[in-house]
């Protein structure tokens, strides 16, 4: 199994970034995925889950209305679109599957 996450970056506040994560080793289109984010001295928190066929979506109350969880089971990718972005998004952001496997991370730094 492998999970490669990419897209994140430096943003001033009220930016966006789109965070993608490519998956393979495993049957993706049957699989729930999740983005996690962990800051630094803090617990990794669970930012938000699309169900196997994308038609069920949740999120963290911190991001609601920010962020956006979508895939492509053609592509075997999950993205996290997110707009509106503060300070306290700051985070190195995880894509996981089974909550078992874990991409290497990807840095979102919002800063102004």
């Known amino acids: 199994v492998q999970l490669v996450e990419s897209g994140g970056g430096s943003v001033q506040p009220g930016g966006s970034l789109r965070l993608s994560c490519a998956a393979s080793?495993?049957?993706?289109?049957?699989?729930?995925m999740r983005w996690y984010r962990q800051a630094p001295g803090k617990e990794r928190e669970l930012v938000a889950v699309?169900?196997?066929?994308?038609?069920?979506?949740n999120y963290a109350d911190s991001v609601k209305g920010r962020f956006t969880i979508s895939r492509d089971n053609a592509k075997n990718t999950v993205y996290l679109q997110m707009n509106s972005l503060k300070p306290e998004d700051t985070a190195v952001y995880y894509c996981?599957?089974?909550?078992?496997?874990w991409g290497q991370g990807t840095q979102v730094t919002v800063s102004s």
């Open positions: 699309i169900g196997s066929a994308g038609g069920y979506t």
């Open positions: 996981s599957a089974f909550d078992t496997y």
């Open positions: 080793g495993f049957t993706f289109r049957s699989a729930a």
